[in-house]
Every structure is written in C-alpha cells, then in structure tokens.
C-alpha cells in the first residue's frame, strides 16, 4: 500500500510514503498499518531536534483503488516508527515475518509504492555499519551491489525482504543511508504498543 500525509493546517501534502499491516481486529474491521514516523515530521534535525504533526490528515491509498482515513495511534521518533488504524469492510493478509535476524550480506529487497501504487523492487545486501551522529545504531544498512543506490523516497516505511518473502525489517531512510529497522525492532515496538492500549 501507498500512504499519503495532508498538513493538518493548510491540506497541502507533507509526506508520502509506503507502509504495511501487522494486525487485524476482526470485530471493529479495522487494520493497523506500520509505516515510519518521517510520515509527519515537519521538521528534519541531524541532533534530535525533529518536530512533528501527530494532528495531520494522514490518508491511506489501498492497492483496490479506494482510499481510507488512517488515524495515528502513536508514533515513536527514536525508532522512527507510525502505527495508523485503518478501518476495511474485508479481511486482510498479514505478512509473514522472519524469526531470527537478518545475517551480514544477506540478499535482501526493499518494497514499496510510487505515486500510481506501482511496486518497487530494489535489492541489495543486509551490511551492518558503525553508526555515527546521523545513524540510528539498531539500523541495517543496504548494499548495493554495483554501489550505486535507489534512493526513492517513496520506499520509506515499506518492506524488507528476504528471498524466502519474509519480512527481516522496515525501510527508512532510504534517500540518506539506505537502511533498514530490524524486524526484531518493529516487533517489540508492536508488542509494547498493544501492552499500553490495553492498559489504557
């Protein structure tokens, strides 16, 4: 899927980028989508000092050609992740995610959706990097075999694959370091998050 993001003040886009599910609620038919937090910051710092637009109208384009209100249920900046409810009238196919980790110089592809909600392939090897002031140290970094990157900005929040389909992590920052958010990452923050919502 594509996911769009209007400012909340003007309704001119802020951000656009790909997104996924990771849980269904049969009851209230309505989905979770795991996308990044880069969806509605309206401000980039290299020192921590982003901000962001919780508030904004974040629209969801499904690949049925309809679209759908995605409400942000919270979003985590040091992990630069989103989750948005979604309410759909039809079940939905959860992927599969990979149990152990990404190795170093795995094959692996990143996915995601371009403006007419075409798929985006890109592949690459997972490669592990000391990170510096930039990089988030739990980010695996792509490799790209001739050295030249596909840096669409449109992959980011989309999926990381292996060459068995499962999920090894989420892509962000695609456009600045090529990376990706380990799959053990996402489902801890998943984990958390469904902990806290059933607290509250």
């Known amino acids: 899927m594509c996911v769009s993001c209007l400012n909340h003040t003007d309704g001119e886009p802020l951000r656009r ?3 996924f599910w990771v849980d269904w609620d049969e009851d209230k038919k309505t989905g979770l989508v795991l996308t990044t937090a880069w969806l509605i910051r309206t401000k980039d710092s290299p020192d921590s000092g982003e901000e962001y637009a919780p ?3 974040v629209t969801v ?4 050609g309809t679209s759908a209100k995605g409400d942000l249920v919270y979003y985590q900046p040091h992990y630069d992740i989103a989750f948005l409810n979604i309410e759909v009238d039809q079940p939905i196919k959860l992927p599969s995610f990979c149990e152990e980790g990404v190795k170093f110089a795995e094959d692996v592809f990143r996915l995601g959706r371009d403006n007419s909600l075409n798929l985006r392939i890109t592949y690459a090897r997972a490669e ?3 990170p510096n002031m930039y990089r988030r140290y739990h980010n695996v970094h ?3 075999p001739d050295g030249h990157g596909d840096d669409n900005e449109y992959d980011n929040g989309g999926l990381a694959i292996d060459l068995k389909e499962k999920v090894v ?3 962000n920052l695609p456009k600045r370091f090529w990376s990706f958010i380990p799959s ?3 489902f801890n923050c998943l984990d958390s998050w469904k902990k806290y919502r059933r607290r509250g």
């Open 169 to 171: 992590g989420m892509v």
């Open 142 to 144: 792509f490799r790209s």
């Open 184 to 186: 053990s990452i996402l």
């Open 17 to 19: 980028c790909s997104g």
């Open 128 to 130: 592990y990097q000391n």
């Open 61 to 64: 384009h499904l690949l049925n």
């Open 55 to 57: 508030r904004a109208d």
